[in-house]
C-alpha cells in the first residue's frame, strides 16, 4: 500500500512539474517573440546631407505682353473687297492684308487729279508770262491758289483711299481672321490680332523692401508650366517710378528672348531675379521634414549601441532642425544637422527616437532645387 502510494505521488510530482514547466517555456517563448513585436525594425529611404551652392534670388509671378501688339481694324467703313492674309501667318512691315471696295473713290482721285493738273499747267503758263503787262499779278496769285487747293483735294482723296486698304503697321505674327470677303465692315472693327514675338516684356510687382535688391540691366530667368524645365532669359528693362500706396508693391517690366515663338502673350510666368554671390547651404529633399507643433525635426540614421542579436545594427535618431529658405523639392537647414549625416527622407512617420531601422533606398523621393512638372 505505502509503496502504491509513493509511486502515485513521484507520478503526480512528474505531472505537475512537467505542467510547470511548460508554462515557464511558454511564458518565456511569449516573452521573446512580444520583445521581437514590441519593436520591429522599420524600412525606410535615405539621403547623405551635403552642401549646395544656392544664389539668392526673388521670386515673381508675372504676366507676359508683348513688345508690340495690337488689333487691327480700319478708320473708315466699307465692304471687304480682298483678304490677303491667312490666319496664323507671319507678315512683314507695311505688307497689305485687306482692301474695302474702293471704285467711286478712286474715280473721284482721278477727277481731282485731272483738275490738279490742269490748275498746275495754267499757273506754269500764266507764271511764264511777263508779269503786270499779259497778266496780272492778282491773275497769277490766284492760279497759285487754286493750283495749290487743288493739289490739297488730291492728297485728302488719296489719303481716303489708302485708308481702306490695312497694312501691318509692323511685323509680327497674326492671330485669326474675323471677318470675310463681302462682309460690310463699320470703322473701327476688329480684323485680326498682330503681335511681335521675337521679345515678349514680363509685367511682374516686387514688395517695396526689395527694391534696393534690383535695377535695370538685372539678369532675370523666367519659367512657364507649359514648357516644364525650360528657362528663358532676359534682364529688366524698366522699374516704375512710384509704389502702389494699397499693396506696397512696385511695378517692374523684364524684357525676355523669346526663340522659336513659344512664348505667348498673356501667359503666366514664374520669374527668378538672381542677386548677390552665391551662398553654401545644407540642403534636404523637403520629405524629410517633420512638422509638429513642438517644433521641425528630421530623423538621422546611425549606428546602434549593440542589435538584440549581437550583430551591429542602425537605429533613427530624433533631431530637432532650424529651417532656411526653400527652392523647388529642396530646403535648407541652419541648425541640427551637418554634412554627411544621413537623414530619412521616406518612412519617419512610423519611427521614434531610438526605433530600428532597415535602409531601402530604391525608390527616392523627388529632390531637385528647379523640379519639373511631369503631366500624369
Known sequence: MLRRMLLMLIAVGLVLGGIVGFQAFKAHIIKRVMASFANPPQTVSTIEAAYQ????????????????????????????????FKSGQDVQEGQVLLRLRDDDDEA??????????????????????PPGRVIS???LDSDAANFENAEAQVATQRAIVDQKTLRAPFSGHLGIRAVDLGQYLPAGTAVVGLQALGTLF?????????????????????????????NFAGRIVAINPNVDPASRNVLVRAQLAN?????????????????????QHITLPATAIAYNSYGDLVFVVVPAPKHAEGQPGLIAEQRFVTLGPARGDQISV????????????????????????????TVQPS??????????
Open 137 to 139: 499779278q492778282a491773275s
Open 367 to 376: 529632390d531637385s532645387a528647379h523640379p519639373v512638372l511631369v503631366d500624369p
Open 259 to 279: 526663340p522659336g515663338h513659344l512664348l505667348l502673350p498673356g501667359m503666366f510666368a514664374t520669374l527668378a531675379i538672381g542677386t548677390g554671390a552665391e551662398e
Open 334 to 361: 541652419t541648425k541640427g544637422v551637418g554634412a554627411g549625416d544621413i537623414v530619412v527622407t521616406a518612412g519617419q512617420m512610423k519611427l521614434h527616437n531610438g526605433s530600428p531601422v532597415v535602409v531601402n533606398n
Open 108 to 129: 473721284r482721285l482721278r477727277a481731282l487729279q485731272a483738275t490738279a493738273d490742269l490748275a498746275r499747267i495754267t499757273y506754269e503758263r500764266d507764271r511764264r508770262l
Open 202 to 230: 514680363a509685367d511682374f510687382y516686387l514688395p517695396q523692401q526689395d527694391l534696393s535688391r534690383i535695377k535695370v540691366g538685372q539678369s532675370v530667368t523666367a519659367a512657364v508650366d507649359a514648357y516644364p524645365g525650360r
Open 53 to 84: 551652392s544656392w544664389q539668392p534670388q526673388l521670386t515673381a509671378v508675372g504676366s507676359l505682353t508683348a513688345v508690340q501688339g495690337a488689333s487691327l481694324s480700319l478708320e473708315v467703313p466699307g465692304i471687304v473687297s480682298e483678304i490677303d
